[in-house]
């Protein structure tokens, strides 16, 4: 045999032997661990639309956080103010990222514009107003530099909020991946109870501690009689037997007394009088501090806990609570205190968040998917493979062995991809379909070299020179013929999502993989049959 | 075995004109069809709207279901049965104003006031109308690139003129950023600006294949806008939903079509290579004749395994299966009846169909190759569709007759 075949029968054979090697974990069921180690790739990932499961794309209200960022911004303005005794009335925030503040006095101004200037360098200060009775008027304005980062800065911890929500609850291998504009995509495969998680995800958990003002009958307050600093809101209750859940309206005061955000642990309790379960919070230090502050002050008053801007509960403060805990009741179910409490160690998010897509497939349809994209695929090859055998006899036979070494070969760099941390392929139902489009292309290449080498037989060739010619004819046109399918792949591979990807990426191997078959392996057997056998005429 | 026998030699270029009639016919219905339903029936990932499909235990059909649902008011939403196994459905509403989270699962709520347990959610799909646009955007965008690159491929490819490919590659870059130009400053969705690339792509890709004489290149690219508009027109026809999966399948067809179209255009050059006095309508319908063998085999095969994936593939798979059917058709049909005769079309490959019957004898020998066109009284007068493309073809020729050799 001439050398260069020798070389290429044992490349082929060190290749087949390679894509076995990487198929081992799919094919393979309990291996020892140690087997572990010496494997280079895992088990073929599927996509979510064959194992069942989540898919979110949520996007971080950016806008409400920038709000939210300049409230918090304008309190402390105001604190710094007092301190410097700089009189003036209580800084308004207002959307667009602005703080009014109006100055009592004209001699404070160089005093303000200083703070601003060294106090708050995102903010730029405009040209102050003159108003009646000597005040001022001055518009700060976030920077758009502040701005960005502030959205940045949201998206990013939404996302590590969602991170650790999700830990929590314990979900098996999640993905979650921040996007572009500032979304979230959140898959969680094989999940159990997809509104519980989408529940948990998405709950903004933000604990407010607001004062009721008990001046005001609830009940017959309406927009006029409402005192100046207070609001509306319902305290929500459950009947435990019915499930129904019912409001009662309550005044508050609109001072935002405290918030959760120095929450460190949240926990599930059980009363023991009542047999409910309810959530203990526990502060940091500055939070505990705080909260003995604000139940020293308040005592016998009513403090009411808001979750998310719904009144949960509103006890009487007993006695100042400087242990630092505080308690959460609300007709939960255990279920519910677990999400809460899970929740709420967690922190809440900066910025409430939306589902801008989703995407569930039930386990029972991905099974299914599986069986059926299995099925089509094996009825596919068998009667690709019995037409070849029937049409070009025992060169079908080898054009048939090329579509198998084509499975492997695809399934086997599947594997590869999907165990790149970077990459991250999986196969899904568009990647089946994929795989089964190309056992009908793949058989293009192999036709084009045996029609040109039946041409060069009828011209009267002997078989090596028939194959020499055909083979040399057809390669060029096998490439061109693949190119313009591959170029619609890889287009498909740029912009596509999801599933649409995983079709990509199967036929863009799969087409690859055809085009390596066809034009060297078929011809090494060839090559060695030829050779080896001395075979007289070729069964094509 | 041989399905084609090796000395065949069906008329193909003779049937042309019945072929061109028959895809013109095609077309228009396309045309029609799309303008009287108001464009493709856009599914969920480009319009938004949220889709459940169910499987239920027991028999039952839309209408109770629907009536199922009426706690919801849902008046839009579209309740149809799935799949072949019968007991299947999707609720489907399309791109509401109404607040689409959380109503997949509502709709399952709901169903188990009267269904109890008898029902599953097999699948939610909710796309709300953020992502609908981007949707939107990302398979316009896919479309346009690879028309794109396709052009420039077969421009270099096929004319061996990589220095015109790069030079149309130039000219469609800068159409395009004049359109973009343009558009930026009118209102306007961005849907129809990307759209309007597309159409600037494919006008500016044609119109420059036919100045530059690419005929090659203009042939197959119009074989493959006959190819994508009669497959989106079938959809539209059976008002069939035009999902991702279907625009994928109709760049997989745009890209699967060429095959045929190249490997038929190869064998025509090689064939002229060697074709000494025959004319050109003679030389292409031997290559096709020639090369029939291997398109009915792939296109044979490529459909058998989709017909497995249309019967077996499910739901899903279903559509897509159904769409690449029928480009692969279709497909085969225009690189046999369309791209192929279509080089007759063209400035020098007008009809010359008396040269075959006139022998040799009756022409001096001809220096130049004989596919120039030549002012002969008897040449046939081109089809009246394309009257008018032929008129100025042959005023072009006219002005030519004395300059360059042509390949």
């Known amino acids: 045999m001439p050398k260069n075949l020798k070389l290429k029968v044992a490349l082929w054979s060190v290749g087949i032997l390679v894509a076995l090697y990487l198929l081992l974990p799919t094919l393979g069921g309990r291996m020892p661990s140690w087997w572990n180690t010496f494997m280079v790739s895992d088990r073929i990932r599927l996509g979510l639309d064959l194992l069942g499961g989540m898919h979110l794309v949520l996007e971080v209200d950016v806008d409400k956080a920038v709000e939210a960022q300049v409230e918090r911004m304008s309190q402390e303005l105001r604190r710094k103010m007092q301190d410097q005794k700089i009189r003036a009335m209580r800084p308004e925030a207002e959307a667009g990222g602005l703080i009014k503040v109006t100055l009592l006095a004209k001699s404070d101004q160089a005093k303000f514009e200083d703070l601003v200037q060294r106090g708050y360098p995102d903010f730029s200060l405009e040209q102050p107003k003159d108003l009646p009775d000597g005040k001022m008027l001055f518009t700060m304005k976030l920077t758009k530099q502040a701005t960005s980062h502030i959205r940045d800065m949201a998206a990013a911890q939404a996302l590590e909020k969602i991170r650790n929500r999700v830990d929590l609850v314990g979900v098996g291998e999640p993905d979650i991946v921040p996007q572009e504009g500032g979304r979230i995509l959140v898959q969680l495969p094989d999940i159990k109870d997809p509104q519980r998680a989408k529940a948990i995800i998405g709950k903004t958990a933000q604990l407010t501690f607001k004062l009721v003002d008990d001046s005001v009958d609830p009940k017959s307050v309406t927009k006029a009689t409402m005192p100046a600093g207070s609001e509306l809101n319902y305290l929500y209750h459950r009947d435990r037997a019915s499930g129904r859940v019912t409001k009662d309206p309550i005044v508050l005061r609109s001072r935002v007394l405290m918030t959760g955000d120095t929450i460190t642990d949240a926990r599930v309790r059980m009363d023991s009088q009542y047999n409910e379960p309810y959530v203990t919070v526990s502060f940091d230090a500055r939070g505990a501090s705080q909260f003995a502050q604000l139940t020293t002050a308040n005592v016998k008053k009513r403090l009411a806990i808001i979750l998310d801007d719904k009144v949960q509960s509103a006890p009487v403060i007993q006695e100042p609570i400087t242990g630092g805990e505080a308690r959460i009741t609300g007709d939960f179910t255990m279920e519910e205190a677990r999400d809460l409490a899970v929740v709420l160690r967690s922190g809440a998010l900066p910025a409430p968040v939306r589902i801008l897509e989703e995407r569930t497939v039930g386990p029972s349809l991905g099974m299914d998917s599986i069986k059926q994209g299995i099925t089509s695929m094996v009825v596919g090859l068998a009667l690709v493979v019995l037409f070849m055998l029937i049409y070009y006899r025992w060169s079908g036979l080898l054009a048939d062995a090329a579509l198998f070494l084509n499975l492997l070969f695809i399934l086997a760099i599947m594997a590869v991809l999907g165990s790149m941390e970077s990459i991250r392929a999986t196969l899904t139902l568009p990647g089946i379909a994929g795989i089964i489009l190309t056992i009908g292309m793949a058989v293009d290449a192999n036709v084009l070299i045996f029609e040109r080498v039946r041409e060069e037989l009828r011209l009267g060739k002997t078989p090596a020179a028939a194959l020499d010619a055909g083979y040399s004819k057809a390669i060029l046109t096998i490439l061109d013929a693949n190119v313009t399918t591959l170029i619609a792949a890889l287009v498909l591979l740029q912009f596509g999502t999801g599933p649409i990807r995983g079709f990509a990426v199967t036929l863009s191997l799969g087409l690859a993989s055809s085009m390596l078959t066809a034009i060297t392996f078929t011809r090494v057997v060839f090559d060695v049959v030829l050779t080896r056998f001395r075979v007289k005429q070729i069964s094509i | ?407």
């Open chain 2, 1 to 407: 075995m041989e399905l084609i026998k090796p000395g065949i030699n069906l008329d193909f270029v003779g049937k042309r004109k019945l072929a061109f009639a028959a895809s013109g016919f095609l077309i228009l219905l396309t045309i029609v069809s799309l303008f009287l339903q108001g464009g493709p029936n856009y599914g969920i990932d480009f319009a938004g709207g949220i889709v459940v499909q169910l499987k239920f235990k027991a028999p039952t059909d839309a209408a109770a279901i629907k009536k199922a649902l009426a706690p919801l008011g849902m008046a839009d939403a579209l309740v149809q049965r799935f799949g072949r196994e019968g007991n299947e459905f999707l609720v489907r509403v399309e791109r509401s104003d109404r607040n689409l989270d959380g109503l997949g699962d509502s709709i399952g709520q709901t169903l188990k006031k009267t269904y109890q347990d008898g029902f599953e959610v097999r699948r939610v799909e909710m796309v709300g109308p953020k992502v609908g646009k981007d949707l939107r955007k990302k398979a316009l965008l896919a479309i346009f690139f690879s028309i794109l690159l396709i052009a420039v491929y077969i421009s270099g490819r096929f004319e061996a003129k990589w220095g015109l490919a790069a030079l149309m590659a130039g000219v469609l870059a800068g159409a395009t950023l004049l359109v973009q130009a343009f558009l930026a400053g009118t209102t306007g969705s961005e849907d129809t600006g990307i759209v309007a690339l597309i159409v600037t792509a494919l006008v500016v890709t044609l119109g420059a294949c036919w100045l530059l004489k690419l005929r090659y290149a203009l042939g197959a690219i119009v074989a493959l806008i006959h190819d994508v508009t009669i497959t989106v027109g079938v959809f539209s026809l059976l008002d069939k939903e035009v999902t991702l999966a279907i625009v994928a399948a109709i760049l997989t067809i745009i890209g699967y079509s060429l095959n045929d179209t190249i490997i038929v255009y190869d064998r025509i050059r090689e064939n002229l290579k060697k074709a000494g006095r025959k004319s050109l309508d003679v030389v292409i319908n031997e290559s096709v004749n020639q090369t029939l063998s291997r398109t009915i085999l792939t296109s044979g095969t490529t459909l058998i395994v989709l017909i497995c994936l249309w019967i077996l593939g499910g739901g899903v798979i279903e559509d897509f299966a159904f769409a690449m059917m029928v480009g692969v058709v279709v497909g085969t049909y225009s690189s046999v009846y369309v791209a192929s005769p279509f080089i007759l079309l063209l400035p020098e490959g007008r009809p010359i169909l008396k040269r075959a019957t006139a022998p040799a004898l009756a022409k001096p020998a001809n220096p130049r190759p004989r596919l120039q066109a030549a002012e002969s009284p008897d040449a046939e007068q081109p089809e009246p569709a394309t009257a008018a493309k032929a008129s100025a073809a042959k005023k072009r020729s006219r002005g030519k007759r004395g300059g360059r050799k042509r390949k």
